[in-house]
């Protein structure tokens, strides 16, 4: 990806094509033209363009084989690269002060990069780029900025740009499926509950160790010890760096850690201990990071448990909810006159639940929750077999469950927030 006029590799190429407006070949191609490089976006879903004219083609990684643009740009013998290259090569030096941390797995991504925000924050200015948008922390305390922007790795173009407008002096980024190269410190979070992309030919793992692939000289790495590799620090059980409800282990030493009393610390134990490996290879103290979470009671929509004038809200809604998270959130608000909304919000997630488990799992347990609210279109018409009300979205959903003002209420729906 290098302009006609000059560039970092010294590549002569005239003309760009970056394949997938869905998914941020807009602001990719945007930033090229910045850059002085002839780009151009292209929808690849619903229409077939000629890529002659091009001389590299920039692709997504979950892009499926058989898509005609790139069957086209193969046959031509197109230089391709991935979307997570091209903003690597693109960001480049621009974000030279910002310590730069990448997160990447297949789950507990976004609860760690928000812990590693507030560990980190405790020393210098954070922006974090998460599924919950953009933040700026400072002393453990955050303020959001933007919502709604996707974990896509084009997007991390607008979080560097954010960044230094905001005067941060780190920056967190998750990024879905790999690195981009961009970071000092990459952090692989956990390869359990792998999953098949590009029309499932590949597996998500394979996409998500570009953060080793594209990563510059001298980085580092953070890797949940289910990854099997090498990494500079390993986390988790089995892994040097590994948390438990009461303390911290690293290595052959222990550290007390007093958590917050409601933190479901099940949904909390792999992020807990990636932040707290992420923060040793940034050469904090054990000391400052034993300080920072001191009284966590974990984030909203991650299993939050908030207690307000004689209620109980256990908010487990969040973009990466899976329907093994759901019955876990059964299980932690399980007691009397339970309301529950469950279900999808559609319009604010790429990849639904799995709905004939999800039945399944409500069926068997419905005897538990005193009324029922079902969110999404797909679940619909499971609403009169178990007795449920219906809702567009998780707004309407928490709306209908507030009108009976619920002593017990648990979110659990799968929706950006």
């Not at 090229?32 to 879903?45: H, K, N, R, S």
């Not at 002060?97 to 507990?108: A, C, F, P, Q, R």
């Amino acid at each position: 990806m290098h302009s006609s006029t000059g560039d970092k590799a010294g590549r002569r190429v005239s003309r760009v094509a970056v394949l997938d407006t869905i998914h941020g070949a807009n602001v990719i191609a945007q930033r090229m033209v910045e850059c002085g490089i002839q780009a151009e976006p292209l929808e690849v879903y619903h229409h077939t363009a000629s890529l002659d004219a091009f001389d590299e083609v920039v692709i997504p990684v979950h892009l499926p084989p058989d898509n005609p643009h790139l069957v086209q740009a193969k046959g031509l013998g197109k230089r391709i690269i991935s979307h997570h290259q091209a903003v690597g090569e693109l960001i480049g030096s621009d974000a030279d002060d910002l310590v730069k941390i990448e997160v990447t797995g297949t789950h507990s991504k976004t609860t760690t990069a928000l812990l590693v925000a507030m560990i980190l924050s405790r020393q210098k200015r954070v922006l974090s780029h998460t599924t919950r948008g953009l933040e700026i922390w400072s002393d453990g305390r955050l303020q959001l900025l933007k919502e709604g922007l996707s974990i896509t790795p084009a997007n991390a173009i607008l979080a560097v740009q954010e960044a230094l407008a905001r005067g941060a002096e780190a920056l967190i980024c998750e990024i879905s499926l790999g690195g981009t190269g961009l970071a000092q410190l990459g952090i692989l979070t956990s390869f359990t509950s792998d999953y098949r992309i590009a029309g499932g030919t590949k597996w998500a793992s394979t996409a998500k160790l570009q953060m080793l692939s594209l990563a510059r000289q001298g980085s580092r790495l953070a890797a949940n010890a289910d990854c099997r590799i090498s990494p500079d620090i390993s986390f988790a059980e089995g892994g040097l760096v590994w948390a438990l409800p009461d303390g911290l282990i690293y290595g052959e030493e222990r550290l007390g850690l007093s958590l917050g009393e409601d933190l479901d610390f099940a949904s909390y134990r792999t992020a807990i201990s990636g932040a707290a490996a992420a923060a040793e290879l940034l050469g904090l103290e054990r000391e400052d990071t034993i300080r920072a979470l001191e009284g966590f009671s974990g984030f909203s929509g991650r299993m939050k448990i908030e207690r307000l004038d004689g209620r109980t809200v256990f908010d487990s809604s969040n973009s990466g909810l899976k329907v093994s998270d759901i019955e876990r959130a059964l299980d932690k608000a399980r007691g009397p006159n339970l309301v529950a909304v469950v279900g999808e919000d559609a319009q604010t997630v790429c990849e639904g639940l799995d709905i004939p488990r999800l039945a399944e799992l409500l069926r068997r347990r419905r005897s538990e929750i005193e009324d029922l609210v079902l969110v999404g279109e797909r679940l619909r018409p499971l609403a009169r077999e178990l007795g449920a009300e219906t809702a567009q979205d998780l707004v309407e959903g928490l709306k209908k469950a507030e009108s009976s003002r619920p002593k017990r209420l648990l979110s659990a729906v799968k929706c950006f927030r």
